[in-house]
């Protein structure tokens, strides 16, 4: 399925005016993603399932919202292969052809499972992180070791990366596959030269110290 030009994962975009807050593309697009990475079962994972989901969530009518989830999927997460349909249930009411074709609900691709690892909203992430690299070819599995490390010590900042990853990708920065975390290091990313730059500190230090930055970062945080 080709792409439109005009395809563009929106879960990063803010509005110009407000600061950091999130458009109601973004949004959207994130409550669909979170559920289709979730257990959520099928009859939750169809457009109308999805739509009565987050509308429940926000306490609004799930027919107000409906357009914009039939939208966001047929027009961005499955043209750009982030969602795929998983499997179709049976009608018994409606249209003759409707009841004998079903109707279709959906789950995330490998490429979905990644950038729903960038979603802060998503509370199984671990356990995506252990599907992904179950679906990942032997260049990617190159990362596992590390972020598995990482994420035990390091949940925040191992998450973070990969937000940086799917951010970079949704500003067309970066192809997202094949996973690679190389790909950043020309992005000159600020916030991960802090980091580096501390980690690689810190091992210097000597047991005492340690303690103290450890304490005087506990005071500022």
């Known amino acids: 399925m080709k792409v439109k030009s005009e395809s563009k994962l929106a879960i990063f975009d803010t509005f110009k005016t407000k600061g950091d807050d999130l458009t109601g593309e973004a949004n959207r697009q994130r409550s669909i993603i979170t559920i289709l990475g979730s257990k959520a079962n ?109 994420l035990k010590t390091s949940p925040n900042f191992t998450y973070s990366i990969f937000q940086k990853y799917v951010k970079a990708f949704c500003d067309n920065k970066i192809e997202l596959l094949p996973f690679d975390l190389s790909k950043l290091k020309d992005l000159s990313d600020e916030s991960l030269i802090i980091q580096k730059e501390i980690l690689s500190a810190f091992v210097k230090l000597s047991k005492q110290e340690k303690e103290d930055a450890i304490r005087f970062l506990d005071e500022i945080t």
């Open 42 to 150: 099928p009859a939750e994972r169809t457009r109308t399932g999805i739509s009565q989901k987050i509308a429940k969530k926000h306490g609004i009518a799930w027919k107000n919202i409906y357009s914009g989830i039939f939208r966001d999927l047929d027009e961005i997460l499955l043209p750009m292969e982030i969602a795929e349909e998983d499997g179709r249930l049976p009608l018994k009411r409606g249209p003759k052809a409707l009841q004998e074709k079903g109707i279709p609900y959906y789950h995330l691709t490998k490429k979905g499972i990644l950038i729903a690892l960038s979603l802060n909203e998503i509370k199984n992430r671990e356990e995506l992180l252990k599907m992904f690299f179950s679906q990942a070819d032997s260049k990617e599995k190159e990362f596992e070791k590390i972020l598995a490390s990482l």
